[in-house]
């Protein structure tokens, strides 16, 4: 009997309209946990690197973590896996809601999808019938409303499914998987499932999830309960209150509109918005979200409501989450209400809310500059705001000047020239980032957006507080109870950290305070990707219930695989590895780790060199960011040296670059 998982996979071809239920090898687990960690696995073994985003050979893997559907509060994410036709490399997109637990009910730990259908379907996943059907009814339709349309012709109504909208059958590449309470955005997955001709995936079980040793793990979520409502009770001194709560940012929750916009840079990520905010727009802002939000709501299993359901006159209700609340306010300089309503809109065509946004703001910059033209804009209105809907809507339709935008920012920049390429500002691996610069460099936010993978920083960013307390007082009190750290160092590092100015920067925190913080940070957040955990309640809130020390109790307990701290670092550093792998296999390199050149006022460049060269023998990988064969080897990753070797990435002594490294595709 399998533990946790399921043990079985839905193999889908496409193209023939075949599907299979597969067994899977419970050695898999041990040695990649599930969700991201065997998905990568599956990329390496299965999609060559000269295969591209939009190939029939190309996969999309929905992947519920080795926890979902278990008792494990706020274990709830599909990990969604694919090539990404924006960065050409791998994409890994989380989603909330309901939707993994569902699958595994049905009894199945992930669905692959392979080749192209020559007509649009979904796919219907009912316990042990599964079926392809027609969806021509559902071409142009929203995601929500594809939704509610499959529940209503199914007679489902607790069905779960995953869609997308216009913009994924168009292939827009910021394309997003919508699922209502949450959506799978970046690096265009949207796009791919759509090329493949498959609208939604809807999803029932009635099965159930077997542990290894359920007692025991009760009592490990009866302890995250406790200290989940110990926390809430007792917030953290000193720390803003989109974090004093356990949960992703509480921003459906509280009004930090001032802060945000006077602390980063958004839109298309140039202006700093210090002479925007007033008096007037804070309570305008505060009773828009007020009377707009009908109600906090959460995912499954889970007692942190981080997301919100927005109504208004005119538009349907739908849910907003985190960040996306500004995005499209700041990307417009307007009010908050314009930011709701149009997002709305924007999520039933099914859009990236990071991305999309920055990419209509770099659209109206160019032809503010006159790098595009009013031919190209030919029918954009006067006014600000019906500007935005108009691209949005062209964007989605890839109807004129949105054909070209559609492909984000960095591509459309190459297409159009005349400069264009000086206007995407917020590009990192060929991918829009959040929305959002900061003021001054951070060598550890430098790290994070440099070798980051998930073209996520919120994916990267958490357990280590994002500045320095003021007073040493402060600082030995929130370390007092910190026994999520992984090490007592940790501690030693924010006694130690005293606020400095943008001068001293270079000088503190230590390059090797950073190495370790970042790796930390990063560690967290892939084990969540592969249990499929909400990082609301593991790797980006300070003090949360779930963390090194008790991880590997769940999974032994739940899973019945013999996990300690150590096996779990080493699995967690296994499969980020491997997803390094399969991007250097598809040509990324160290020129491609570099935040944009106005990512912050001043640029310290021999302290980045120095970060970068530290951070990479810290990995273990080498000057050009190639994971050496030492380090490989000691992760039991023998066919990934070995097939770096074959194909001229490594030489045969270690670690080694080759004259003549692979230029970027």
């Known amino acids: 009997m399998r533990y946790a998982e399921t043990g079985f996979n839905l193999e889908i071809d496409l193209s023939r309209g075949n599907i299979e239920k597969v067994q899977t090898d419970p050695r898999l687990t041990e040695l990649y946990l599930g969700g991201l960690g065997t998905n990568a696995k599956m990329l390496w073994d299965r999609v060559p690197p000269d295969v591209e985003p939009f190939s029939p050979e190309n996969l ?152 290894a040793r359920p007692a025991e793990f009760m009592e490990l979520c009866s302890e995250v309960l406790k200290y989940i409502k110990y926390r809430n009770e007792n917030p953290i001194p000193g720390v803003m209150p989109i974090l004093a709560g356990l949960g992703s940012p509480q ?146 339709r890839r109807e004129g000047i949105g054909d070209v935008l559609a492909n984000g920012t960095y591509w459309a920049a190459k297409q159009i020239g005349k400069g264009a390429d000086a206007f995407a500002h917020n590009n990192i691996k060929k991918h829009e980032q959040l929305p959002l610069k900061l003021s001054m460099l951070n060598p550890i936010y430098f790290l994070m957006y440099a070798t980051g993978e998930k073209i996520n920083i919120t994916q990267i960013e958490g357990q280590f507080p994002q500045a320095p307390f003021v007073t040493r007082e402060e600082r030995e009190e929130f370390v007092k109870d910190w026994f999520q750290v992984p090490d007592e160092k940790f501690k030693q590092y924010l006694l130690d950290w005293e606020p400095r100015g943008e001068k001293s920067m270079p000088f503190y925190p230590t390059v090797q305070m950073c190495c370790d913080i970042v790796d930390w940070q990063e560690k967290m957040h892939y084990i969540d990707d592969g249990l499929g955990m909400c990082a609301g309640l593991s790797s980006f809130p300070l003090k949360p219930p779930y963390h090194i020390h008790n991880y590997p109790k769940f999974i032994s307990a739940g899973a019945g695989i013999d996990m300690d701290e150590a096996r779990l670092t080493q699995a967690a550093k296994r499969y980020r590895t491997l997803v390094r792998a399969i991007n250097i296999r598809r040509g990324m390199r160290r020129k491609d780790e570099k935040p944009p050149e106005n990512h912050w006022k001043k640029r310290f460049p021999e302290l980045e060199k120095e970060l970068l060269d530290t951070y990479y023998k810290f990995k273990g990988w080498n000057n050009d960011g190639i994971p050496t064969q030492e380090s490989l080897h000691e992760l039991g990753l023998d066919y990934v040296s070995e097939d770096f070797v074959k194909r001229g990435i490594l030489t045969e002594q270690a670690g080694e670059l080759p004259q003549g490294a692979p230029a970027e595709r």
């Open 60 to 211: 999309l893997i929905f992947s519920a973590g080795l926890l979902c559907g278990t008792p494990a509060t706020g274990c709830n994410r599909t990990i969604v896996s694919t090539i990404s036709p924006q960065t050409l490399l791998m994409a890994f997109s989380m989603m909330g809601g309901f939707w993994a637990p569902e699958l595994k009910y049905a009894g199945y730990d992930k669905v692959i999808l392979r080749g192209k259908s020559p007509d649009l379907v979904y796919l219907w996943i009912h316990n042990d019938k599964v079926e392809l059907r027609d969806a021509s009814h559902l071409r142009g339709k929203g995601a929500g409303e594809t939704a509610e349309l499959i529940r209503k012709e199914l007679k489902e109504p607790q069905a779960q499914v995953a869609a997308i909208g216009m913009a994924g059958e168009n292939r827009v590449y910021f394309a997003s998987i919508e699922q209502g309470r949450s959506s799978a955005s970046r690096g265009g997955i949207g796009a791919v499932m759509g090329d493949k001709g498959l609208k939604a995936i809807a999803v029932r079980g009635t099965k159930d999830v077997n542990l």
């Open 251 to 396: 921003e459906m929750a509280v009004h930090d509109e001032k802060w945000h916009t006077e602390n980063f840079m958004w839109g298309n990520s140039r202006l700093r918005r210090k002479d925007f905010w007033n008096k007037d727009i804070a309570q305008n802002w505060a009773e828009t979200l007020d009377k707009m939000r009908t109600r906090l709501i959460s995912c499954y299993n889970c007692p942190m409501k981080c997301g919100a359901t927005i109504s208004a006159p005119g538009i349907p209700t739908y849910m907003m989450k985190c960040f996306s609340k500004l995005t499209y306010t700041m990307a417009a300089m307007s009010d908050l209400e314009f930011g709701l309503r149009i997002a709305q809109q924007a999520t039933e065509y099914g859009v990236d809310g990071f991305s999309a946004p920055q990419v209509m703001a770099f659209g109206l910059e160019l032809h503010e500059a006159g790098i595009l033209t009013d031919q190209d804009m030919a029918g954009l209105p006067t006014g600000n705001e019906e500007k935005f809907y108009w691209l949005l809507d062209r964007i989605v």
